[in-house]
């Protein structure tokens, strides 16, 4: 089914939708339980602009993060990157959840201290990542998030909220990371599963499609021939490595087609097209209408 249009939510917008008053706006923590649950919308694509570490507290659901479809359980964790797409396909009556959104000037003024580069694995990647928590990480991770929730309430200002939000944001990163780390070494993962070739595919496309729509440039990076690459991808996705490309330009030549301020000229340059009949002529064979009929449409 062809989506018309997938909205895009920044952080500030997605506080004023919460409507809470926050010492902090650059991060927002908070819990979605079954009274929240019937604000959730079913099959309704997102695009987020922050980081957003979300938690099942309980429950499961079926979510769609890019090009994957994952099912989430208690414990489980996921974590999303600036520009990623979140849709919720299913929900078990009795799903919830806790997140944290995190704006990226935030990391940059907290000043973690973490001593390899590694460790900056729940931030560095530009796709999502999932990772099922034992018990203890679990619970460490839960209080301190709701943690995070009462010191950024104005109603529990005092003289040192502002430290103390960084210091429990940290404590919440270095407890991940250092799980991520130690499951990575004691799971022995093998870096050429097709699992993490697949994975590591759509993150080399959210980073590059802008600039390289060619197959052969993907599987270079991941040291793999292009027949290897698309074998595997079409295994997993169930699409091939062209249509997951097309996919993402698509995708993001919609959005950019509801801004106003930018021409059709602006988009094709932005998606580096070079030529506006090559463009026009690519977008409407995945649509069935051409750039400007879909921004009419669209806007009215």
Known sequence: MEMSNIPIFTLSQIIDLQNVNLINRDILAYTFDSEEMSELKLNYPVKLMSFVWLV???????????????????????????????????????????????????????????????????????????????KDCYEFVIY????????????????????MLKNTFSLIVYELTNFVQYRQKNENLKSFRKEDIAIRFVGLV???????????????????????????????????????????????????????????????????????SIFTKFFKKAVGITPNSYRKKMLG
């Open 206 to 276: 959210a980073l590059n499609f802008r600039i390289r729509k060619d197959v052969r440039f993907y599987a270079d990076l991941i040291f793999i021939s292009r027949t290897h690459l698309t074998r595997t991808i079409k295994e997993v996705f169930g699409k091939t490595p062209k249509q997951i490309i097309e996919d993402k330009i698509i995708a993001e030549a919609k959005i950019l087609l509801l801004k106003k301020e930018f021409s059709i000229i602006q988009v094709m340059n932005e998606l580096n097209f070079d030529d506006q």
């Open 56 to 134: 099942v507290t309980n429950g499961s659901t079926t979510v769609n993060i890019e090009f994957q479809e994952m099912v989430l359980e208690k414990k489980d964790v996921v974590f999303l990157y600036p520009g990623n797409v979140l849709e919720f396909k299913e929900i078990s009556s009795d799903f919830s959840f806790k997140e944290i959104l995190i704006s990226v000037d935030y990391i940059s003024e907290v000043n973690l201290q973490l001593n390899s580069q590694e460790a900056f694995e729940v931030f560095s990647n530009s796709y999502s990542r999932l990772v099922s928590l034992t």
């Open 144 to 163: 301190h998030i709701d943690r995070l929730q009462f010191l950024n309430n104005v109603i529990n200002n005092n003289v040192f909220s502002i430290e």
